[in-house]
Nanobody, 123 residues
Framework: QVQLVESGGGLVQAGGSLRLSCAVTGSGNILRINSMGWYRRAPGKQRELVATITGGGGTNYADSVKGRFTFSRDNAKNTVYLQMNSLKPEDTAVYYC???????????????WGQGTQVTVSS
């Protein structure tokens, strides 16, 4: 079974930084992890795709976070990192990690989700 374990959320003042991590576990039957990404959902707003990263490390960002957020991955650890700098109150949301995983014996890829981590930016 594949699980995504997120960490790194918290409370920070505007202008501060946080780094989110998302580790893909259950590596015993994982053949390959393709793209991964982060969504966020703020209260009363629609879900927003924040950033994506391909298996080769290519990244894309929402316009709202370009120049402030950096998405990276460590394939050896099956972990991705979202470095968030110059945080703004409008970045306050629950951040969800996802991973498109190909498992041995399973026709895929299958999209797996983390449990979400709260990021709160105070003004």
């Amino acid at each position: 079974q594949v699980q995504l374990v997120e960490s790194g959320g918290g409370l920070v003042q505007a202008g501060g930084s946080l780094r989110l991590s998302c580790a893909v576990t259950g590596s015993g039957n994982i053949l390959r992890i393709n793209s991964m990404g982060w969504y966020r959902r703020a209260p009363g707003k629609q879900r927003e795709l924040v950033a994506t990263i391909t298996g080769g490390g290519g990244t894309n960002y929402a316009d709202s976070v370009k120049g402030r957020f950096t998405f990276s991955r460590d394939n050896a650890k099956n972990t991705v990192y979202l470095q968030m700098n110059s945080l703004k109150p409008e970045d306050t949301a629950v951040y969800y990690c996802y991973a498109n995983v190909i498992r041995v014996g399973v026709e895929g890829p299958i999209t797996n989700w983390g449990q979400g981590t709260q990021v709160t930016v105070s003004s």
